[in-house]
């Protein structure tokens, strides 16, 4: 990180910039960066910068781009000033070192120099705008060095704006100089972006930020705790400005002290250590404990939706801690996050973390639109104290090959299996701490095991029965292959060979294999075989149904329809309903009382 000043505090020569008696200004402007050395988290930006001025390789145009609050529009002005540094007695030029106040460095930080011109394309989109910039950069600065164009969300110009700045922006005269910031660069058109030196302004790191408001409450003389100013920086995703914001609004709302019982009313939040309460409660399966902790959260203003957030964070927490061991070392976290989070990796498997993490994120859009909030929350945390203890597939095969069919004697623990097994059923948690299963082998063994009988139930006699399991299994891409790429060679009980039509993907064979293994719960030998084969179940529906139509187009009824209309064809043939037909069952009045004649195109 780099050293910084606090800008507005006061300057090198002592004198300070704001009096007592000037109206109030909010943190964000009167800590606003006024130099590069001002910048925090932006080394990388700022060592390009120094180097490019130390060489004289400045470029004509920059393009600088990044989320809110991170120093685009602060940037471009520090730039600005830069370019056209100059000292009282004439001397100097070009210059990243502003160690030291210019002829014109207020007036341009201040936004009121007439060199330096700040356009916000968001209200100015039109040609006409770009225009007047185009027709006023011919002549001289009035007393800059450099004529200097910040367009502010350059995104929004129109495409006949952006259109018109090429020229410009590719040759400018050589006393111009173009700084664009914008927060979707995306939407700014290559042609402009190849024209410019771009910029990624990174998101400032909690760390930073809370060293950043710590420093600035020194100087305000406002006593503020460590965890407090954690809780804003954290608050504020990397935004300096929003940090800022937040900052100034806990100042107000604790009376001159920033605590963090003030912050956490002022944002909303929950009580970190009573979030993890709850994550614990959660993996534990003590679902109770859980709605009980909600409650209480919820009573002392929390939110139901930013707890279930809180909770996603937690996961996330230890997940990194479970990873990444040094992410502990983290500045922007507490004692408590620290400490839990790190004992928590430790007994959670990353299986439980993931499933935790997919239903919290799930389950807070529902929280979020629901009409009774709170509601929704215990609706998901109900399900994921219910689900974050199921076992994984091998878990549950291993449960079913211990306990039989699933079974347990009625008189032992819910958590079933041997202490070596990790419980049977216990996924939440890794073996040993004091989060065993409540019930994981109730609600999982037995369905498994029911899941065991029904494949003991299927019976395959023939080729086609193979098929319609496939549909029945939503296999629609197998069962198309097997009817349309496959001819039969032989079926047997547990042994199928086949033959491929040309261009057929090969991969079918495997695939039926697997499926098999995966529905039945036992083998099957699928081979490829070099005889011909059988006609593909396709081809034979093909032929029944071409059949079908011969027969139809040779009855009388119909002959004479094509005979009354020429040039009709037939198109589909279905059968006459059994309750229409007739009770002799006669042909002719069988045709004729058809619910569904035959369809005939002509």
């Known amino acids: 990180m780099l050293p910084h000043r606090l800008p507005g505090v006061s300057r090198p020569d002592g004198a300070v910039t704001a009096s007592p008696n000037a109206a109030y200004r909010v943190l964000a402007r009167k800590y606003r960066p006024r130099s590069f050395g001002d910048l925090i988290g932006q080394d990388a930006m700022v060592r390009t910068l120094s180097n490019a001025f130390e060489a004289g390789r400045i470029p004509q145009a920059w393009m600088l781009t990044g989320v809110r609050g991170v120093g685009k529009t602060t940037t471009a002005r520090i730039l600005a000033r830069a370019l056209n540094f100059i000292r009282a007695d004439g001397s100097g030029g070009p210059t990243v070192h502003l160690d030291e106040t210019g002829v014109h460095c207020d007036a341009i930080m201040e936004s009121r120099h007439v060199d330096v011109m700040e356009m916000d394309a968001a209200s100015h989109t039109g040609i006409d705008d770009v225009r007047q910039i185009i027709d006023g950069i011919r002549y001289a600065p009035v007393s800059a060095r450099y004529k200097v164009y910040i367009i502010d969300e350059v995104h929004m110009l129109s495409e006949k704006a952006f259109n018109a700045f090429l020229k410009t922006l590719e040759e400018p005269p050589p006393h111009a100089k173009f700084v664009f910031a914008t927060t979707e660069i995306r939407k700014v058109p290559v042609t402009i972006l190849s024209r410019c030196q771009r910029f990624d302004l990174r998101r400032v790191e909690a760390g930073a930020l809370r060293a950043h408001l710590a420093a600035i409450c020194a100087a305000e003389s406002v006593a503020a705790d460590a965890e407090a100013l954690a809780l804003i920086a954290r608050a504020a995703e990397g935004s300096v400005r929003d940090s800022l914001s937040l900052l100034d609004q806990a100042i107000a709302h604790g009376a001159g002290k920033v605590a963090p019982e003030e912050v956490k009313a002022m944002l909303g939040l929950a009580d970190r250590a009573r979030v993890i309460d709850l994550f614990e409660a959660l993996m534990r399966g003590d679902i109770a404990a859980a709605l009980a902790e909600l409650a209480g959260q919820y009573d002392a203003g929390a939110d139901p939706a930013v707890v279930l957030a809180d909770l996603a964070a937690v996961t996330h927490l230890v997940t990194r801690f479970k990873l990444v061991p040094e992410a502990a070392n983290d500045a922007a976290l507490t004692d408590v996050e620290r400490a839990r989070g790190a004992e928590l990796a430790g007994r959670l498997s990353v ?17 979020q639109a629901a009409p009774q909030a709170l509601a929704a929350a215990e ?22 090959r211990e306990n039989g069919a699933g079974e347990r004697p009625s008189g032992a623990p819910a958590g079933g299996g041997s202490p070596s097994s990790g419980g049977g059923a216990r996924l939440a948690l890794a073996a040993g701490g004091g989060m065993s299963d409540p019930i994981g082998a109730r609600a999982v063994a037995q369905p498994v095991a029911r899941a065991e009988i029904r494949r003991e139930e299927i019976q395959l006699a023939r080729f086609e029965d193979v098929v319609a399991l496939a549909g029945e299994r939503r296999d629609i891409g197998l069962k198309a292959a097997l009817e349309r790429d496959v001819r039969l060679v032989r079926y047997e009980q547990g042994v199928i060979e086949l033959a491929l039509v040309p261009g057929a993907n090969p991969a079918v064979v495997a695939d039926l294999g697997n499926r098999l293994l995966d529905w039945t719960g036992r083998r099957w030998v699928v081979a490829l075989s070099s005889a011909e084969g059988a006609p593909t179940i396709a081809e034979m529906k ?6 079908r139509q011969e027969d139809a187009r040779a009855h009388p009824l119909v002959q004479a329809v094509m005979a009354r209309f020429p040039g ?18 006669d042909a002719d009045s ?13």
């Not at 299986?351 to 929280?367: D, F, H, M, N, Y």
């Not at 998901?380 to 091998?394: G, I, Q």
């Not at 619910?595 to 195109?601: G, L, N, S």
């Open 351 to 367: 299986r439980a973390l993931s499933r935790t993490w997919q239903i919290l994120v799930k389950g807070l859009p529902e929280v």
């Open 379 to 400: 609706m998901v945390l109900v399900r994921l104290a219910y689900a974050a203890d199921l076992p994984s597939p091998e878990e549950a095969l291993r449960l079913l």
């Open 542 to 547: 093909r032929a029944r149904e071409q059949e």
């Open 568 to 585: 009709a064809i037939i198109v589909d043939v279905r059968d006459a309903a059994p309750d229409d037909a007739a009770a002799d069952g």
């Open 590 to 602: 069988a045709l004729a009382t058809e619910a569904h004649p035959p369809y005939i195109d002509d």
